[in-house]
């Protein structure tokens, strides 16, 4: 199975209260991968570069550089690219 759009509301059931979205049903297989993901990044260990580059302000001169440029039409095809 594809993880592409695993993150889509429309890919799993909602549950509503009063007409307000309360809950979203997943299946075994899919709570397995969310799971996954979720103990990666809780278990994932500061690495010494963070810090360096956190501290050096080039972090927000990356974000300013990223928001002033425009979107890609297909980022899959970009990403695939590098």
Known sequence: MSDVG???LDRFPVVYD???PKAVLVD???FGKIQTILDNLMDRNLEPEDAILAASGLLEKLVEQARATPSSNDWEQDLDEL
């Open 6 to 8: 695993l993150w889509t």
């Open 18 to 20: 009063q007409g307000e």
């Open 28 to 30: 075994v297989a899919s």
